[in-house]
T-cell receptor, first 109, second 119 residues
Framework: RKEVEQDPGPFNVPEGATVAFNCTYSNSASQSFFWYRQDCRKEPKLLMSVYSSGNEDGRFTAQLNRASQYISLLIRDSKLSDSATYLCVVVDSNYQLIWGAGTKLIIKP | DTAVSQTPKYLVTQMGNDKSIKCEQNLGHDTMYWYKQDSKKFLKIMFSYNNKELIINETVPNRFSPKSPDKAHLNLHINSLELGDSAVYFC??????????????????FGPGTRLTVL
């Protein structure tokens, strides 16, 4: 089992819709969690951290479920500019970042 | 102001050649990384340096040799390039230790990437 797993997609979603994807992790001792965004032919950039209490930033909501060992990202009222690959990152007990393979999101007009 | 910069942005070379990629960060971070992203887009860490000291060395061929002359620079030298080395190489940095020495696993800032093509 991979340490961090994501559905690669692509998720094809009409503009304005709500989309959600999950990321599962195998190490129950993982310390912290992030979502990064990577646009085509660009570098990854931090989208948001994921806190135990959940985290909301505008149209984006991140949730952590430690019992089931997954994090989720919800995007409401999706925009064309949300099209990107979303990378899940888990920090293990040695403070090393473990990267998921990413979920590709395509927002269609 | 560029935070993490890499040169060159594109590198096309023949098999068997030796090449270097340079990386510099002006964020004052103590930790720098090299990642490889292949055609399947999977981002894989290669090396990590904290204050010029190697702390992560994943299973990469010893043809790859990182060099950190100071904590703001982490260069990657590749000997005897092979077709399978073609990929995008990203440099990144983060602040991973506070004044107490505690580690954080903080946000990483990435350079724009170097697209290496080996012919």
């Amino acid at each position: 089992r991979k340490e961090v797993e994501q559905d690669p997609g692509p998720f094809n979603v009409p503009e304005g819709a709500t989309v959600a994807f999950n990321c599962t992790y195998s190490n129950s001792a993982s310390q912290s969690f992030f979502w990064y965004r990577q646009d085509c032919r660009k570098e990854p950039k931090l989208l948001m951290s994921v806190y135990s209490s959940g985290n909301e930033d505008g149209r984006f909501t991140a949730q952590l479920n430690r019992a089931s060992q997954y994090i989720s990202l919800l995007i409401r009222d999706s925009k064309l500019s949300d099209s990107a690959t979303y990378l899940c990152v888990v920090v293990d007990s040695n403070y090393q970042l473990i990267w998921g393979a990413g979920t590709k999101l395509i927002i269609k007009p | 102001d560029t935070a993490v910069s890499q040169t060159p942005k594109y590198l096309v070379t023949q098999m068997g050649n030796d090449k270097s990629i340079k990386c510099e960060q002006n964020l004052g971070h103590d930790t720098m990384y090299w990642y490889k992203q292949d055609s399947k887009k999977f981002l894989k860490i290669m090396f990590s340096y904290n204050n010029k000291e190697l702390i992560i060395n994943e299973t990469v061929p010893n043809r790859f040799s990182p060099k950190s002359p100071d904590k703001a620079h982490l260069n990657l030298h590749i000997n005897s390039l092979e077709l399978g080395d073609s990929a995008v190489y990203f440099c990144a940095s983060s602040q991973d230790r506070g004044t107490s020495g505690r580690r954080f696993g903080n946000e990483q800032f990435f350079g724009p990437g170097t697209r290496l093509t080996v012919l």
